[in-house]
């Protein structure tokens, strides 16, 4: 199933994403997730609306965001770092998440901001401690894509990427949720910044695929449902500037659109 969140004259609503004739529509309201308590299932009649349409809202409420680094072997190669031997693992703050559509702010304190198209993992089901043979997909609610804004100038002076990665706006997520693809059989990864195409990866090409991914993190860390993970950017990370267009695109799940501005003066 695909679903996405939307805003209505009533508020936030889940709704079920489906292909009529080869055009997106959400033709029903879902019941919230257990980590939103801030959106209700609407009442009355609802009318299909072409997802076109929709005042799209990021799909997931994440509790965390726990994000892998250097998880395709060219990007570590770019930064010039070395291929890790385990997952490099971080967390990236909820309060940065914004929608499909809403702009990317470039911060005063950073000199070059970058984009980093990822595909991201929703949890469905508590998760602690999964066993080294135990089926992982349980616990996946669905992929969604993610758009892993950094601030690659302030990585390093800071030591920890509470900035670098945490900015607001910092994490475009969406534009919707779906179980009907499998990154383990490949689904290309594609970066534009004004219709100039800058990343393209496949997900197959995963340093750690996302059974082993889940394994380390829940080791130490209970994934919650709603918690994302953002599995890592392939190569072509590069600069933003206010005015760009930015779109990251993975096959089966769809584009995630974002303007990209400043603060103002
Ligand atoms: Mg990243």
Redesign the pocket.
């Known amino acids: 199933m695909k679903y996405c969140r939307f805003q209505t004259p009533s508020g936030p609503q889940y709704g079920e994403v489906v292909d009529r004739a080869g055009a997106l529509w959400i033709e029903r309201l879902l019941p919230p997730f257990e980590e939103d308590p801030w959106t209700h299932l609407g009442t009355g009649a609802f009318e299909a609306v072409p997802f076109l349409n929709a005042k799209l809202l990021a799909p997931v409420v994440p509790r965390k965001i726990v ?1 892998i ?1 250097r998880n395709y072997r060219e990007h570590a190669a770019e930064l010039g770092n070395e291929i890790p031997k385990e997952p490099l693992v971080f967390l990236k703050a909820p309060s940065s998440v914004i929608a499909p559509g809403e702009a990317i702010r470039i911060p005063p304190q950073s000199q070059r901001v970058d984009f ?1 198209g ?1 595909l991201a993992v929703v949890i469905g089901k508590r998760a602690t401690k999964i066993g080294p043979d135990e089926n992982v997909r349980p616990y996946i609610r669905g992929y969604t894509i993610v758009n ?1 804004v ?1 601030a690659r100038d302030l990585q390093k002076p800071d030591g920890q990427w509470w900035r670098a990665k945490g900015f607001d706006t910092f994490c475009p997520m969406g534009p919707l949720v779906t179980d009907e693809v499998d990154p383990g059989t490949g689904l290309a990864l594609e970066t534009r910044l004004n219709g100039e195409l800058k990343q393209h990866g496949v997900t197959s090409d995963f340093i750690f695929d996302i059974a082993t991914l889940l394994r380390h993190i829940t080791a130490a860390m209970t994934l919650l449902p709603g918690d994302v993970i ?1 599995t ?2 392939p190569s072509g990370v590069a600069p933003m500037q206010p005015g760009d267009r930015v779109e990251v695109s993975v096959e089966g799940i769809g584009v995630l659109s974002n303007p990209v501005d400043g603060y103002g003066k």
Do not use: K, L, Y
Request: glycine residues 22%; hydrophobic residues 0%; charged residues 35%.
């Open positions: 994000c680094g980093e990822e892993d950094t953002p890592g950017t």
